[in-house]
């Protein structure tokens, strides 16, 4: 396997484009983006994956706050797969037992997490090799081709996902998608932040603001119960910004089921359907940097690395401890295939899937 870090070999830059540079190892090639301000992020074609991301804090100082690895094999073998910075798909979240039926057709997905199907199934869309064209200034397009029946999905599905950054400290995320048969599609980007920097602890103390007054709870598999349930009085409240830390103790039956947040969010949508909504914050006191998420999808799962153990280690050799990152996977409901009140997840011919995604830095 090859190493995606093995050696400085920079080469082979679009003209005019020189802030984009490839280091290319066979078919796996890492991508580095910086813009202007210095900020810089990389990328690799293998799961379409954001390697890492480099800001300053508050004194300027630079740290890379995306957890990842150095080497490809570790993004295929990591304990508990804990999909570092990948696009997840092709539907992001669970489906309830593998099951979904659509235009009277039962179709059967594989389980990989218990007796329900997560992420795509055994080999998803963060486990394969995408093809990749440097599409304009510090933005890098992946692609892939996704075949009718791969991992039990109906249809070939063509999927685009293109990742820009931007002079405003912004990681821009396009996905793009078309089929040729009716097929769930849920696509979302795996990053577990630690605005620290990866490796440095615990995430417990960043603020947290999730633009939600409803979230939907879910059974002990994780599965929606199908309600939206209000966040008012509850643990799950973000609607003000509040140390990730604060609540996660309280007794409370969704904290033990999520063993800490793993929950679905009900974002309060601005404006119209489709259009982009501030959906979440994350301000880290010790170093002041802020975080901004900005979508057009309906959901968001937060996710507060409740399986990091301390078993991984990192691309700088730190473990990643218990809650030693936090992920805002901007969705559709989980199990929406199974849940007809849930906005619809599916996908089909002659439609286009499009949906867009901005995490923004800056420092307080
Ligand atoms: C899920 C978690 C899961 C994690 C890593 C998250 O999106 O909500 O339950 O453990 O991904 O697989």
């Known amino acids: 396997m090859k190493k995606i870090l093995a050696a400085v070999v920079f080469v082979a830059l679009m003209a005019g484009c020189a802030s984009v540079k490839v280091a290319d190892f066979d078919s796996i090639q890492e991508y580095t983006l910086k813009n202007k301000a210095g900020m810089e992020v990389k990328l690799t074609n293998y799961g379409a994956t954001i390697t890492s991301i480099k800001t300053a804090d508050r004194d300027g100082k630079m740290d890379d706050i995306a957890l990842g690895y150095n080497d490809v094999s570790d993004y295929m073998n990591a304990v508990d797969k804990p999909y570092f910075g990948s696009v997840v798909g092709r539907y992001g979240n669970r489906i309830a037992k593998g099951r979904f039926t659509v235009d009277g057709e039962e179709y059967e997905l594989a389980t990989n997490n218990g007796e329900n199907h997560l992420h795509g199934g055994v080999i998803g869309f963060d486990k394969v090799v995408w093809d990749a064209e440097i599409v304009g200034k510090n933005a890098v397009c992946f692609t892939y081709l996704a075949k009718d029946g791969e991992e039990g999905y109906p249809g070939n599905l063509s999927i685009a996902v293109t990742y820009t950054l931007t002079e405003e400290n912004e990681i821009q995320i396009d996905y793009l998608a078309t089929t040729d048969k009716a097929t769930p599609v849920n696509l979302t980007n795996h990053t577990y932040f630690n605005l620290k920097g990866e490796g440095e602890g615990d995430i417990l103390g960043h603020e947290l603001m999730i633009n939600a007054k409803g979230f939907t709870p879910v059974d002990k598999g ?143």
């Open 222 to 364: 994780l599965i929606p119960t199908g309600e939206i349930a209000p966040v008012a009085g509850t643990p799950f409240d973000f609607t003000v910004a509040k140390p990730i830390g604060r609540d996660i103790g309280q007794k409370d039956q969704q904290l033990e089921y999520g063993l800490g947040y793993d929950h679905n969010f009900v974002l309060d949508k601005e404006g119209k359907e489709g259009q982009m909504t501030r959906a979440a914050t994350a301000y880290e006191p010790t170093t002041g940097r802020f975080m901004e998420v900005f979508t057009k999808e309906p959901g968001i799962q937060f996710y507060c690395g409740n399986f990091l153990d301390g078993r991984l280690k990192g691309k700088s050799g730190k473990t990643y401890v218990y809650r030693g990152g936090f992920c805002l996977e901007t969705q559709h409901y989980p199990d929406s295939p199974n849940q007809p009140q849930f906005p619809s997840t599916i996908l089909r011919p002659g439609a286009d899937y499009e949906t867009r995604t901005t995490y923004r830095f800056s420092v307080r």
